[in-house]
């Protein structure tokens, strides 16, 4: 059974950062999403390897783009999500996906449909206050 395990959630004032990780082996699509009460899940960065292996695509969230990072290390099979300038309406629960493919490669940039993701992670939060 597939477990995507998050961690590096936390409590953060406004401006401060947090970097999230999970372990992602061998997906060709990986991504980070959230999620606050009331509000619908929406992607907030989706990192998609390349045939190679070796490297990839990221596509954001317009909320976060310059703010947040993703990225993937290889050779820990992690993945990383570096939030800087956090804000308030930062905070909610972030969770981990990802998907061997192919509909996740294959749409249009930006790809940013957690549809497409069919393995989650259980989530870890982010308070910005």
């Known amino acids: 059974q597939v477990q995507l395990v998050e961690s590096g959630g936390g409590s953060v004032q406004p401006g401060g950062s947090l970097r999230l990780s999970c372990v992602v082996s061998g997906y060709t699509c990986t991504g980070w999403f959230r999620q606050s009460p009331g509000k619908e899940r929406e992607a907030v960065a989706t990192?998609?390897?390349?045939?190679?292996?070796?490297?990839?695509?990221?596509d954001y969230a317009d909320s976060v783009k310059g703010r947040f990072t993703i990225s993937k290390d290889n050779t820990k099979n992690t993945l990383y999500l570096q939030m800087n300038s956090l804000k308030p309406e930062d905070a909610a629960t972030y969770y981990c996906?990802?998907?061997?493919?192919?509909?996740?490669?294959?749409?249009?940039?930006?790809?940013?449909?957690?549809?497409?993701?069919?393995?989650w992670g259980q989530g870890t939060q982010v308070t910005v206050s």
């Open positions: 990192y998609i390897t390349d045939g190679s292996g070796a490297d990839g695509t990221a």
């Open positions: 996906a990802a998907d061997d493919g192919p509909d996740c490669a294959d749409r249009p940039r930006p790809r940013l449909r957690a549809g497409d993701f069919g393995y």
